[in-house]
């Protein structure tokens, strides 16, 4: 993603801007530019997305996005000469697997090295994956039935713990019955009780595992 700047702005506000039809953004645009102490010009790629209603100043300055009164706009600066849509969605894609990275660095600790030694080390980066994609794999047992691919929302390792694994609870006996009684304020108990009663249910078919949900996940 590109600085934002007021020569950029200037730029981006003046540039021959086309309907977008084949990303989310509603106008598109394309030029070279040289920011200031770039060696040489480069192309930007720019989507903009028209404004439903005014923000004040203070909400435009904490926007992520290069953001006016009129417009929200995206600016992608890149040595490739594919298609705008296919730049968006490239980006995108890689947006998305940076963020992924960012979370196994923080919240599962990849980045943090146990040891000086390389294989220690290669043992601990499989942990830490091994932990991140059964986190994954917890968060598609306890979705809604039915729902699609492009439904499901990423729950980072950091909420699913307070919400699956850290959670108060009192485990009881009585009259040769074992129980577990949550917090009043728990407020996951329903769908921590859907997830367990699941996991309990996985069982071996005669060629693989047979699954616990009636609806198969669709794309």
């Keep these: 993603m590109a600085r934002k700047t007021s020569r950029l702005l200037e730029r981006l506000q003046t540039a021959d801007w086309k309907p977008s039809p084949k990303t989310d953004a509603d106008e598109q645009c394309e030029f070279r530019y040289q920011p200031e102490g770039w060696a040489q010009a480069y192309r930007f790629v720019a989507l903009r997305y028209k404004n439903k209603e005014e923000k004040n100043p203070q909400e435009r300055e904490q926007y992520q996005l290069f ?126 009780q859907r997830l367990m009663k699941r996991l309990r249910e996985i069982a071996t078919g005669p060629a693989a595992f047979l699954p616990v949900l009636a609806t198969p996940l669709s794309g």
């Design 67 to 192: 953001d006016t009164p009129q417009y929200t706009y995206r600016v992608f600066v890149t040595d490739m000469e594919r298609a705008i849509d296919l730049l968006v969605w490239f980006y995108n894609q890689r947006a998305g697997a940076e963020n992924l990275i960012k979370e196994a660095n923080n919240d599962a600790g990849l980045a943090a090295h146990p040891s000086g030694r390389w294989a220690t080390n290669c043992v601990h980066f499989q942990l830490v994956m091994l932990a991140y994609n059964l986190n994954c794999w917890l968060l598609l047992f306890q979705r809604e039935e039915g729902v699609a691919v492009d439904e499901l929302e990423h729950t980072r390792l950091t909420t699913a713990r307070l919400r699956f694994l850290f959670v108060a609870a009192k485990i009881w006996k009585h009259s040769g019955r074992v129980g577990i009684s949550y917090s009043d304020q728990y407020a996951e108990r329903g769908l921590f």
